[in-house]
């Protein structure tokens, strides 16, 4: 397989950030991501990432706007997804939450085109990398999603139509006034609960060791999922995670990474099947 670690660019100078004279309103990509990606179009609530304006390089902003409408996907929480027309078959989908610059992504998709992934961050520049990652493999089983992923699943996503979900180095927030952003929370999971189906996959992973403890202690105590690993603790990293750009970075700083493997129960009590998509003509406005 070729090396995924940087998606080609077009002939610009390399890794030139890109600056996009426009008059105030208009879009930054017109054919590309329409949906603020922090959602808050949406409502306002305490977010699992940090808005932020990134650059993005000349490669990515072609690839934003030249591949979005074949493989891009915005979250703007107002309409339900099939994702049978979005992936044009009926094979597993799994959600992939903050896929960074889409390298792993885009490796896990390519070495296995039976199941779909459905990647989702609020990043741009990663976005644009994937999306050229995507094109340069020929990956048709890959989507890239512009936006939180709480709203995709609470809105967009129809119960039990996850075959998996992927949490790979969520930001860490480790300062004890940030935990509550933290992702891998009861109410996350409750939420990531109905829309699974039964017997699929949680993966997540973390170099945050406070943060891996939290991640199996509030899984362990979730009735929707059960551990795969006999003694209740970590898993062994699987053969099929590649080392991901943020893990990288963790194992230089000498962190300790730590790989979780949980499996939704095939029945869910009625009162954890709650969170129904109701599709909302009027989404609400900011709270
Ligand atoms: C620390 S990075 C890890 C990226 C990648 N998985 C890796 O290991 O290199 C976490 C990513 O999650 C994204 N993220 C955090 N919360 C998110 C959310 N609610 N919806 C979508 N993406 C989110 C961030 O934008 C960021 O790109």
């Known amino acids: 397989m070729s090396d995924f670690l940087n998606a080609p660019e077009t002939p610009h100078p390399p890794g030139a950030p890109v600056r996009h004279p426009r008059a105030k309103g208009t879009p930054r990509f017109p054919d590309g991501p329409q949906a603020d990606p922090a959602g808050s179009h949406f409502e306002r609530r305490i977010r699992s990432f940090q808005p932020r304006r990134s650059r993005v390089t000349a490669g990515q902003a072609d690839a934003l706007q030249r591949l979005w409408p074949a493989w891009g996907l915005d979250i703007d929480g107002q309409h339900v997804i ?3 027309e979005l992936f044009g ?35 741009t520049p990663g976005q644009g990398n994937l999306l050229n990652l995507a094109e340069r493999e020929g990956l048709r089983n890959v989507r890239v999603g512009n936006g939180d992923a709480i709203i995709l699943l609470r809105e967009m996503l129809t119960p039990d139509s996850l075959g998996g979900l992927r949490v790979y180095f969520p930001d860490p927030w480790p300062k004890k006034r940030h935990h509550k952003r933290r992702l891998i929370q009861p109410e996350f999971l409750a939420l990531a609960a109905t829309r699974l189906g039964p017997g699929a996959l949680v993966h997540c992973a973390t170099d945050w060791e406070p943060y891996a403890e939290q991640m199996l202690e509030v899984l362990t105590a979730h009735p929707a999922f059960e551990n795969t690993q006999a003694d209740g603790g970590f898993a062994p990293r699987p053969e099929f995670r590649p080392l991901t750009r943020f893990e990288a970075q963790g194992l230089e700083k000498g962190h300790v990474v730590n790989d979780l493997l949980f499996r939704r129960v095939e029945h869910l009590m009625e009162h954890h099947a709650e969170h129904r998509v109701e599709h909302q003509d009027q989404p609400p406005t900011g709270a």
């Open 89 to 123: 078959n009926d094979r597993p989908v799994v959600l992939e939450i903050g896929f960074g610059m889409g390298e792993a992504t885009a490796r896990m998709a390519a070495a296995d085109p039976d199941t779909n992934i459905l990647a989702v961050d609020v990043h």
């Open 82 to 84: 099939d994702l049978t």
